[in-house]
C-alpha cells in the first residue's frame, strides 16, 4: 500500500495515497525529515509498493566501480553488484548508495549466523526476501524494539509504533510474509507490549490483530478467610452480608412484588445488628458429610461485626471439639467455603422491589453454594443457639414464626410455597454432586 508526504496546515502528515488516512504528522523543523524515515520504514517492509510509489523501477541505475571511481549505466532491473568494472574488472556499487559495497561470502556467512541465533532466540523463522542484516534506517533501533527481530521487520520504537500498528494490522500481511500462525502470534504479542510502552493506550494482540485491550471487572473474592488459631478454636473471617443493588440481587427464585426476581440488602438495611452475638451453623443445618450423614450442631459463634463499603464482615471461632470444625476447616482451606445469613420469616421486611429493609439477623451459615439469605425457623434457630451456648434473644413480635410473614404480609401459603421451592432446589444441586 502506497504512502505519500502532505502538508497539513502546520503539520507534515504521512498519509495513505488510495484513502488519505492518516498514519502519523509531525510539527516542528524536522518534522519533513521525521516524515521521510517513517516512509522508508513502511516501503522497508513492502518493496513492492516502494518501487510503484517511487518510479524506481522505470530508472536507470548508475553503478560506481569500488576500486577505480568508473561509473556505467545499466536498467533498472540489473544490480550493480552483479557486474564487473569494464576498466579494472573490480566491485561495482550504485552511486547514489554510498558505501562498503558488496559483502564477502565471509561477511554474508557471519551475517546469516546471526540470524539463525535470532530466530533460535525469538522462535522465528528467517524468511526470504527480508534483509539479512539490520537495514541502516533502523540502526539506533534495537533488535528488541522489533516485532520480528529475525528478519528486522515491524520495527515499533517511539518514532515507529503507529506504523508498525498501522502495517500489522493490514489484511494479508501474515499470509505475505511467509509466517507461520504461531510466528504470528510471537511478533502480535512483542508489538502489544511495544504499543503499550510507546503509545498513550494498552494493547493485546487478538485473532491476529492488534486491538486495545478489554478491561476486565475485578472481581472480589468472598470465600471465607482463617485469621487465626488458638488453642480451642480457629478464627475464621468473611462477608456473612453483601451490599447490592436493583442491579446486583441474590438468586432468590420467587418473584417480588414487582414482579423482580431477586433481593438485596444495603448499608440501610435495618435489625441487623439486635442480636450481638450469633450461632454459626453449617450448611444452613440442611447439609450432611461425606458419609452422607446430617450435619446438626452450630460450629461456634461470632465475635466481631463491622461494615465496609462491600458489605458486613464477621469474623467468629469455630470450636476444634466439633464434630465437622476439621470438615469445614477442609473446605476453608480450598477456597469452597462462603458465608449467608439466616433469620425468621417475620423478623424480615422485603420492598416491593426487592430491597431487603429489615433483617433481624440470627446467626451465620458455612455454605459451599451461596445462592440466597435462607429463611429458618424459630425452632431451628433456638437449637443452634443452645448449641453454641448462647441465649437466644426474646421474639420481638411476640411471633411464634409458625406460618407467618410478619411485616411482609404475606399468608402461611405462599411461605409453604417458598419452602417447596427452596427444598427443589437444594435437591437440584445434591443431584448435581
Not at 210 to 225: G, I, N, P, S
Not at 281 to 303: C, R, S
Amino acid at each position: 500500500m502506497p504512502w505519500e508526504i502532505v502538508e497539513r496546515g502546520k503539520e507534515i502528515c504521512v498519509v495513505q495515497k488510495d484513502n488519505k488516512e492518516e498514519v502519523m504528522c509531525y510539527i516542528g523543523d524536522d518534522a519533513e525529515e521525521k516524515a521521510k524515515r517513517l516512509v522508508a520504514a513502511l516501503y522497508a517492509n513492502e518493496p513492492e509498493a516502494a518501487g510503484k510509489a517511487t518510479g524506481n523501477e522505470e530508472k536507470p541505475r548508475v553503478c560506481e566501480c569500488l576500486k577505480c571511481g568508473h561509473t556505467v549505466t545499466v536498467k533498472a532491473d540489473e544490480h550493480c553488484a552483479d557486474i564487473k568494472c569494464p576498466e579494472c574488472g573490480g566491485e561495482m556499487r550504485r552511486k547514489e548508495r554510498p558505501g562498503p559495497g558488496k559483502a564477502t561470502d565471509g561477511e554474508r556467512e557471519k551475517a546469516r549466523e546471526a540470524q539463525e541465533a535470532r530466530a533460535k532466540k525469538y522462535g522465528i523463522a528467517a524468511k526470504k526476501g527480508k534483509p539479512i542484516t539490520k537495514p541502516s534506517e533502523y540502526a539506533n533501533v534495537p533488535d528488541a524494539s522489533f516485532g520480528d527481530p529475525t528478519n528486522y521487520a515491524y520495527p515499533c520504537d517511539a518514532e515507529h509504533a503507529k506504523a508498525a500498528l498501522s502495517y500489522f494490522n493490514q489484511e494479508g500481511q501474515r499470509e505475505d510474509g511467509g509466517y507461520t500462525s504461531e510466528e504470528w502470534g510471537i511478533i502480535g504479542r512483542r508489538l502489544a507490549k511495544l504499543l503499550s510502552k510507546h503509545l498513550e493506550a494498552s494493547y493485546e494482540y487478538r485473532d491476529g490483530k492488534l486491538a486495545h485491550k478489554e478491561k476486565k471487572e475485578k472481581t472480589f473474592d468472598f470465600a471465607v478467610k482463617a485469621l487465626g488459631e488458638t488453642k480451642d478454636a480457629w478464627i475464621v473471617g468473611g462477608y456473612g452480608i453483601v451490599w447490592g443493588n436493583e442491579q446486583q440481587r441474590d438468586l432468590s427464585p420467587w418473584p417480588n412484588r414487582d414482579g423482580t426476581r431477586g433481593e438485596f440488602f444495603t448499608p440501610n438495611t435495618a435489625a441487623l445488628d439486635d442480636i450481638p452475638i450469633k450461632a454459626m451453623t453449617f450448611e444452613h443445618d440442611k447439609d450432611t458429610d461425606e458419609q452422607g450423614q446430617p450435619i446438626k450442631e452450630a460450629l461456634g459463634h461470632t465475635i466481631l461485626e463491622r461494615d465496609d463499603l462491600r458489605g458486613r464482615w464477621i469474623e467468629a471461632q469455630i470450636e476444634k471439639g466439633r464434630r465437622y470444625a476439621q470438615y469445614v476447616m477442609d473446605l476453608l482451606a480450598q477456597g469452597k467455603l462462603y458465608l449467608s445469613s439466616e433469620t425468621a420469616s417475620h423478623w424480615r421486611e422485603v420492598a416491593d422491589n426487592g430491597e431487603i429493609k429489615r433483617w433481624r439477623t440470627a446467626g451465620y451459615t458455612f455454605t459451599t453454594h451461596p445462592m440466597e439469605p435462607r429463611i429458618g425457623e424459630i425452632a431451628a434457630l433456638k437449637s443452634y443457639f443452645a448449641g453454641a451456648n448462647l441465649d437466644f434473644p426474646d421474639d420481638d413480635d411476640g411471633d411464634d414464626g409458625e406460618g407467618s410473614a410478619g411485616a411482609l404480609g404475606q399468608d402461611a401459603e405462599v411461605e409453604k410455597a417458598k419452602a417447596l421451592v427452596e427444598l427443589e432446589l437444594e435437591l437440584v444441586e445434591l443431584a448435581r454432586r
